[in-house]
């Protein structure tokens, strides 16, 4: 009886140390990528910061206005950023909680809500609960590039340009530091371009090439391309610093569980020893007798 | 003039250079030291800086351009750095467009 609870404890163990090993190399590959990943943010953010500096000075405000919400049938295109794989915690948890929660609330609204997913886990998740989404795009959170973000708004500004979608919004997680990443939603399109194109021509103090309302319809798709790609690299080094966390405390915990059982382990080796030694007196003794 | 070209991926250029050559809806420029404050919308195509008496072009799929009294910064979507003339950085920009959105209006 206690050799197989010994043997049972013993394969427990096994498996926990080749969990841990497991856990530990994720944990490795994740604080590895988000180096590298938080390098091309700050990049992007050079630039982003740069397009809004020049927004900024056209127009007074660093942000382009966005139209608020009318009442009334609009047609809103939620871009959900996930990952594609999981044990990351509860990144996606978080990020599909705020999708649903828009959802709803544009329902409510009396607004039709379409979805565009990015990552394995939202595709999944909106299948499951039978609404299809519109575009699903997989293989780029990982290590997203500028063509990536294209790939994803090109057609969305096409549909917002023909009329089939009203407004445009992302949900994403924004990396703040290694401990905190917060899910958030943004709206990239519409902006109200005629406004903006006034205030411009009014401000004054630059030569425009060819002329203000163009440079600024030039600018705008460059601004929403820029938006979708600084919540992608958000939500791909937010990816990254969740899953390092989950994974650190998995090992952890594993370590912890190791401790546990080769304490149990060692009891159940000891009583198999005790059992025997009293057999093996019992025996002498009886012999003797 | 200090240059500086950045895109989204990367900063391609910071320095000191002597001319910027680029490509505007209303044709080619050329930009040298003091020249007005503008903004300009950069077409698909070349992208060349002259500086320390040598050219480094780039292919660049459309872009921002500005100039304030001292300072040139372009933005571009996707730029890429080219071993060659401007000709061929026209001829390369323009290939790159094609995977950028620009609105007709």
Known sequence: MASAELRIINRRIKSVKSTKKITRAMELIASSRIVKAQQRLTSSNNYTNLLSQIVEELTGSGNMPTSPIVEGTKKITLVVITSDRGLAGAYNTNILKLAEIRKAEYEQAKNSVEIVTVGKKANGYFKYRNIEPKQNYEGITDEPNFENALEIMTPLVQEFYEGKTNQIEIVYTEYQSAMTQTALYKTVLPFEVEQIAKEIESVGGYTFEPSASQVLSNIIPKYTNATIFSALLNASTSEHASRMRAMKAATENAEELIKILSRQSNQARQAEITTEISEIVGGAEALAG | ?105
């Open chain 2, 1 to 105: 003039m200090f240059v500086e070209v950045v895109s989204p991926e990367e900063s391609c250029f910071t320095g000191d250079a002597t001319m910027v050559i680029s490509r505007t809806p209303n044709g080619e420029i050329g930009i040298l030291d003091g020249h007005e404050p503008t903004v300009a919308t950069l077409v698909p195509g070349g992208l060349t800086i002259e500086h320390d008496s040598q050219r480094t072009s780039f292919a660049i799929s459309g872009g921002i351009l500005q100039i304030t009294g001292e300072k040139v910064i372009v933005l571009g979507e996707l730029v890429e750095k080219i071993d060659g003339d401007h000709d061929k950085a026209i001829e390369i920009g323009q290939e790159l467009a094609k995977k950028t959105f620009t609105s007709d209006e």
